[in-house]
Each structure stands twice: as structure tokens, then as C-alpha cells.
């Protein structure tokens, strides 16, 4: 019974939860793109759902709007190597994103950018305030 009722919990409030789950993936990286470091305005499926990739933070990665919309349905890690602001950390952040490797992967981001502050604490916390 227990777990019906965990899912009968997640089909009350999906919207929510959706919210929340986009809110803690701009937080991982105190709001910057994955790709290029500018503010992150969306959500980009690194593997595209038009290619059966899923909405899992795995898959989800904080992305401007300019590259959300340049790399469009393309997978992400051959877009972004083609791109003028690509950096060889950034693509391992990438990559260990995409393996659950969160930890390593703000770690990288944080190494391609000094200016970037890794947040390992209050994830939860909707207090958070951007630098
Ligand atoms: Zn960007």
C-alpha cells in the first residue's frame, strides 16, 4: 500500500514537482548555462526527447536560450564542439552530468570557470539567493 500511495502523491501534484525538480537543476549551477556560462533561462535535454531521451536530471542540464535553441534537436556533445565558446572541461562536465556524476561535473564546470561558485549546500533551500 505504501507504495500506491507514493505514486498516487506524485499524480497530485505534478506541477509541483516539475516546478521544483527545474528550480534544483538551475541551483546545481548557480544559474549559468552548461554550455557556454551565461544565465541559464532553460532546461535542455541533452539527449533530445525527439530521440527518446528522457526529463531526468541526468538528461537535464541548465541552458541559455540562445544554445537551448541553436542545438535544437541535436545531440548536445557534438553541438557543442563545434561551438566558438567550446572548452574541454565543459564537455567533461557534460559528460559526467550525463553519467549522475553531479558531484565531478560542478566540480569541471567549476575549473572551466573560476568565477563560478559551487553551491554543495541548501539545494533545498528556496531561499537561495544568485551571486
Ligand atoms: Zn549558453
Redesign the pocket.
Known amino acids: 500500500m505504501h507504495i500506491n500511495d507514493a505514486v498516487f502523491l506524485e499524480d497530485l501534484c505534478p506541477k509541483f514537482r516539475l516546478r521544483q525538480w527545474r528550480k534544483s537543476i538551475h541551483k546545481f549551477t548557480g544559474k549559468s ?6 544565465p ?1 533561462e532553460s532546461i535542455d535535454h541533452v539527449l533530445p526527447r525527439s530521440q527518446g531521451g528522457l526529463s531526468t536530471t541526468e538528461n537535464c542540464v541548465p ?6 535553441g541553436d542545438k535544437s534537436d541535436e545531440n548536445a556533445l557534438y553541438w557543442y564542439r563545434r561551438q566558438k ?1 567550446y572548452d574541454p572541461r565543459r564537455a567533461m562536465a557534460i559528460r559526467a552530468w550525463l553519467e549522475g556524476d553531479l558531484r565531478l561535473a560542478l566540480r569541471l564546470l567549476q575549473w572551466a570557470n573560476p568565477n563560478f561558485q559551487v553551491r554543495n549546500t541548501n539545494y533545498d533551500n528556496d531561499e537561495y539567493k544568485a551571486a
Request: proline residues 0%; contains cysteine; glycine residues 8%.
Open positions: 548555462c552548461i554550455y557556454c556560462g551565461k541559464s541552458a541559455c536560450l540562445s544554445c537551448n565558446f
